[in-house]
Structures are given as structure tokens and as C-alpha cells.
């Protein structure tokens, strides 16, 4: 298929067709000289499809929808702490008379992005490993950056110049794959894109910081921490045996040790002539991060040990001793300590009134070896085949009813068919929270220890409430992995 579309997309600007190619050339000239517009960083001439108006109501567009798609961290104080500082740095920047609006999103994944028009957004994942305010205006300076070098406008501008090329080829020569290979080329031009523009945003977040009276190296810091959290990813998907899960937010193009950002880094400081040293009191910074939630929300439900608990479904269930959980957006996952059986469980609303057996029959072809779950369960379970975290095979499956929704438990092994003792005490293990249980499906929390002789990430993480990689993800949110220790005396973050 390669080879065919890329014949016809040779073709295409063959002598034989120098009509489609004059219409083309043309369509360039009118987009060049309709589409250019002035950069506000550079003074020069961009290629842009879209007026400064344009960008702002995409931005509003855009924000409403992420705004539906996450919630903003009920914290005031915080939300305007991060508001307040990215004013200030915005102020500063090329693009000083647009209003930006700054984000705090509820969200446990570390990222942080921008749209046009000066919507900017920060997650709390990425806050809580922060150590210091420097670092943060490091991150909301870059994210400024691609909003003043308006480079969402210029990719969204290239996409939109992408389709009216092709569908001009394809009415001009009647075929879809010409238009599709013409498509192909342009998008892969596009995508050698983004390392330019991700050092022009840190070119520019630089300079802010720089006359914001922030040190431009603590760009750098925030690398670090990230790639940090990169190394910890990698470790943990090869004791897990899986694949690594590929960051792709701020700063994820960058190496650790970036001589070209160090370059970048260094000539800002010396063409502003200076660089600060604000935003260096690191206890000041923790404190305003106290009380700030750490992982999951309690909307998402919470993991302690081997048990799983979620207040707004009244919802407790347990998984065998040892076993690791994730808390995934769609499903929770528990795999075997030696990485050979995972339990996967799903929740559908139910709209039958008919018994588990059925569902399940209903649900999945070749369903064998049933047998209802246990006495006091409105459950079934038994064998069919299936798309499991292994591939498709024959595993176990399981269908409890609770309330008006159906939890779908499905066990699953690498070699075959696992026992069924795992998923029967799972599955078996569902259930309504006790009032004991109401304070335990309440979300984790940043707190704050100061350091006493004897104190180690070990015995800090043998108290801690983390249940997963306790010791590691202390170091994390400390800036110490992968063996720092604190010290007597210092301030440092704990997860209640």
C-alpha cells in the first residue's frame, strides 16, 4: 500500500498533470499571502490561517471542552497562588496585552499545556513534585512561551492548509488516495516540527523567568524532576514486564543533560544581563503545598494495600494479598506478583432484569463452566473467551450485580486458564462500605515532616499510606531519586 500511494503521489507533480500542479502553486500563493501575519516575538511574517480574534475564540472553544473533561482543584488559595505568579510572568512576555487564564486541573497525571488565546493549564500531578516556586514559574513560563510564539495557531494553520490540499487533489484527479498520500507527505513534514518549537518556548519562558527575577536555570530543574519521573517509569515496566508508558507533555523532548536548552539557557542570561534568585525558599513553596491531594481523587476510588475503596459508589472490594493495583481510568487492574495473572474489573450499568447467568451468556460466545459466586452475591461466573491484558484467550469471567450497575471481574493468566480461587474471592469480596470504611475511601494527601535523626525514605515508607513503589515515589516528591536520603532538620514532603 506504501509503494502504491507514494506512485500516485509522485505522479501527481508529473507533466501530466501540470494543471492540478499550476492550481496547486496558485492555492500557495493565495494561502502565503492571505495567511501572513505578524509574530509577536520576532517582528517577522509568519504563515498563519487565523487572526488574533480567531485564536481567542479557539482557545474559549477549547478551554469549555477541557473544562467538561477535568476538574479544577477545589483549593482557592492555590488556584490564585498559580494565577498570580503566571500573570506576572505573562506581564513580562512578548504578548503582554492578551488576558491569560491559568488552571490548576484536578488531575493525578503530571503534564501541563497550553492553548491559544492564553489558556494555560497545570495539573496537580505535576505540582506535587515540584520543590520550589522557581521550578513552577520554569513550567508556566514554557507553556507562556508557546502561547506568545502562537504555536498552536501556526500547527493548527498548516492542518488546515493540509486538507484544502487535499481535498483539491482530490477533486482535480478523482482519487482519494492521492489526496491521502499528499496528506501523508505534508504531515510528515509537520511532525519534524516539534523539537523547534519546544526551544523557542523554552527560549522565551527563559526570558520571562529572567525579568520576573527568577533564575532561567531552573528550567533545568523541572527537567530534571521529569526525566526522573521517566527513569522511575522504566524500572517499574521492566520489574512489571511490560512496556514503558512514553511521556509526551512539557519538556518530554528533552534529554536530561540538554546542551542545546543549556545553550538556549545561557544566552538569555546573558543578553537580559541577569538572573535572580526569587522562588528559592523551598519551605515556603511545601507549604502551600500541604493538604494538596496526592494520586487518585476520592471520585476515582482508593487503593490501600490490597483493598479498594469508592465513596460515591459505596463500593469495597479486595484483591489477593500481594498483588499490585492500578487505579486506571476505565478499570481498575491487579496483577500476580510474578506478573503471570492479572484481574481486571469493569463497571456497566445494567439495563435488563435478568440474572447474572444471562448477562453473561448474552454478553460473551462460548460461555462454559458456570457456577454462581457465593451465598449473599448476586453473581455468576465462569470460562469464555476474551480480550485479556495477556491477548485474546479463554479466561475467567464474573458478573456481580450491586445496586443498578454490573461489576464485570474478569481473571486472566499468560499460560492458560487460571484457577478460579482468585476470582471467586474477588469477585465474592464485593460489597456496600461499612461506616469504619467511609474515612478510608477518602483521598491521599500531601503532608509536610521535618526530618529526625534516624529517618530514612525506607522507614518513612513503611508509615506511609502509599501502597505501590512507597519508597521510590517519596524520593520522587522530594527531588532524591533515585537514592537520596533527607536530612536531620529538613522540611520534606509525606503522603497521608
Known sequence: MHN????????????????????????????????????PVTGGKDFVLMSEE?????????????????????????????????????????RE????????????????????????????????FMQSEAQLAGVLGHEIGHVTARHGVKQQSKAQAAQIFGAIVAAK?????????????????????????????DRLGAEYLARTQFDPDDMLDVIGILKDQE????????AEDREPRSYHGVFASHPKNDTRLQEVIATVKQLEGRGGNRGKDNEAFLRKLDGMVFGPSEDEGVTRGNRFYHRQLDLYMQFPQGWRIENQPSSIVAVAPDNQQAIVVKLEDRSRREPPR????????????????????????????????????????????????VYLVQSSNKRGVPAANALMSTA??????????QDLARARHIGLHRVRPGDTFAS???????TNYAEAQLRLLNGMYPDGEPTPGQLIKIVK
Open 358 to 405: 444471562r448477562y453473561l451468556e448474552r454478553k460473551f460466545n462460548q460461555f462454559t463452566d458456570g457456577s454462581y459466586i457465593g451465598s449473599g452475591i448476586e453473581g455468576y461466573a465462569g470460562v469464555a473467551p476474551m480480550n485479556t491484558p495477556f491477548g485474546q484467550r479463554n479466561a475467567r469471567i464474573a458478573a456481580v450485580y450491586k445496586d443498578d450497575r
Open 428 to 437: 465474592g469480596s464485593i460489597r456496600g462500605l461499612t461506616t469504619a470504611e
Open 97 to 128: 496585552n492578551l488576558i491569560f487564564r491559568f488552571k490548576l486541573l484536578d488531575d493525578s497525571m503530571v503534564n501541563a499545556f497550553a492553548l491559544p488565546g492564553g489558556y494555560i493549564y497545570i495539573t496537580r500531578g505535576i505540582l506535587a
Open 460 to 466: 518513612l515508607a513503611a508509615s506511609s499510606s502509599l
Open 231 to 238: 527513569q522511575f517509569e522504566k524500572q517499574r515496566a521492566e
Open 4 to 39: 502504491q500511494q507514494h506512485s500516485e503521489f509522485s505522479g501527481l507533480f508529473s507533466g501530466a498533470a501540470t494543471g492540478v500542479t499550476r492550481l496547486l502553486s496558485g492555492l500557495v500563493a493565495l494561502l502565503i499571502l492571505g495567511g501572513c501575519a505578524t509574530n
Open 173 to 201: 484527479t478523482g482519487s482519494r488516495s492521492a489526496a491521502n498520500g499528499l496528506n501523508m507527505g505534508i504531515n510528515a513534514a509537520l511532525s519534524g516540527y516539534g523539537r523547534s518549537h519546544e526551544l523557542e518556548a
Open 54 to 94: 480567531q485564536e481567542i475564540a479557539l482557545g474559549q472553544q477549547a478551554n469549555q471542552q477541557i473544562l467538561k473533561q477535568y476538574d479544577v482543584v477545589e483549593n482557592d488559595e492555590l488556584q490564585n497562588y498559580v494565577s498570580a505568579l503566571g500573570e506576572e510572568l505573562a506581564s513580562k512576555s512578548h
